[in-house]
């Protein structure tokens, strides 16, 4: 199995209060993804990091931001939770290999209820 | 932008009965396919995949075809298990047009024993 580890895996927070999750690698892989799986919208990409300190918007970036200090970790925050940010999420990490890339490895997900 | 369309199900079956899930993409380039599974309460594990036009993947009796000429990756095993119910996911991957993984919505195939 692909190192990665998500932490933690289950939060209950409250509305409003930001959020931080964590997401690490024992892989070196140069892509981390930050993903929320929904019902009856499949996953969805939220960030993503290309290297360290590099990273770019996905299709439901909005209230979401993203940090990769060191390759092996990339953290996501809800700056100010919300009920519509209760889901499941999960990290994968990929690599490349002349241009194609490698398979996505997931991490088992956390599981986030905001109140 | 590029995209995935698969059959969202669910789908039911007899064990023993042969499985089709249908996947079809539209990409600019030319991208790698990918059939993911996931079980209850788990990550997405990667099932199997192909890398270009004609190439088969296939794992666990499970397999699929690259269809350049219709976009399509279809999803078929002979003879299903009971402990293959879980929800599939076809993807695409073309970092050739700065598309990371696009996921279809997934199809949850229950077998029965």
């Known amino acids: 199995d692909a190192g990665i580890t998500q932490s933690p895996r289950h939060k209950v927070t409250e509305t409003g209060t930001p959020v931080t999750l964590r997401c690490h690698q024992t892989?070196?892989?140069?892509?981390m993804y930050w993903y929320r799986q929904d019902p009856g919208h499949g996953l969805r990409l939220i960030h993503y990091s290309y290297g360290v300190k590099d990273t770019d918007k996905g299709e439901v970036s909005d209230g979401y931001s993203v940090s990769r200090s060191k390759t092996e970790d990339f953290l996501l925050t809800l700056e100010s939770a919300t009920s519509s940010q209760t889901s499941v999420y999960f990290c994968?990490?990929?690599?490349?290999?002349?241009?194609?890339?490698?398979?996505?490895?997931f991490g088992q997900g956390t599981r986030l209820t905001v109140v | 932008g590029n995209s995935v369309t698969q059959m969202e199900g669910p789908v039911t079956l007899s064990e023993e009965a042969f499985l089709t899930i249908n996947c079809t993409y539209t990409a600019t380039g030319y991208p790698s396919l990918f059939w993911y599974v996931q079980y209850p309460g788990e990550g997405l594990q990667l099932l199997l995949k192909a890398t270009k036009a004609d190439d088969k993947g296939s794992n666990k009796g499970f397999e699929a075809t690259y269809r350049k000429e219709t976009t399509s990756f279809h999803l078929e095993k002979g003879s299903v298990q009971v402990s293959d119910s879980a929800v599939y996911f076809c993807?695409?991957?073309?970092?050739?047009?700065?598309?990371?993984?696009?996921f279809g919505p997934g199809t949850r195939l229950s077998v029965l024993p």
């Open positions: 892989e070196n892989h140069r892509y």
């Open positions: 994968a990490i990929s690599e490349s290999v002349r241009r194609k890339n490698t398979e996505a490895f």
């Open positions: 993807a695409l991957s073309d970092l050739d047009y700065g598309q990371n993984f696009v």
